[in-house]
């Protein structure tokens, strides 16, 4: 059974830093593209940062590039957003995310249940 669970958000101050933790399991997370969503109430979730399994190859949203980085730890099966220079307009629900091929089903995607970021003085 798929599983990721997010962890590290809270309450920081603008110019702060936070870095959230997704712990993957129930699949191959090496092999896997991880992703890092971001939803404000009723808005359409945004992709934040994606990494590859393989070759490490990593894509930002142009308002988080050169404030944040993704990365993983694969022995911890864990994929990482470490977030620096946050600003009020990154206040959001942060969601992990992978997809992957099941025989039955074809290509699914995964979420987490998401962790809460909050950016204010």
């Known amino acids: 059974q798929v599983q990721l669970v997010e962890s590290g958000g809270g309450l920081v101050q603008p110019g702060g830093s936070l870095r959230l933790s997704c712990v993957a399991s129930?699949?191959?997370?090496?092999?896997?593209?991880m992703k890092w969503y971001r939803q404000v109430l009723e808005k359409q979730r945004e992709l934040v940062a994606e990494i590859q399994g393989t070759t490490i190859y990593t894509n930002y949203a142009d308002s988080v590039k050169g404030r944040f980085i993704i990365s993983r730890d694969n022995a911890k099966n864990t994929v990482y957003l470490q977030m620096n220079s946050l600003q009020p307009e990154d206040t959001a629900v942060y969601y992990c995310?992978?997809?992957?091929?099941?025989?039955?089903?074809?290509?699914?995607?995964?979420w987490g249940t998401g962790t809460l970021v909050t950016v204010s003085a």
């Open positions: 129930g699949f191959s997370f090496s092999g896997a593209a």
């Open positions: 995310d992978t997809r992957i091929y099941e025989a039955l089903r074809g290509w699914m995607d995964y």
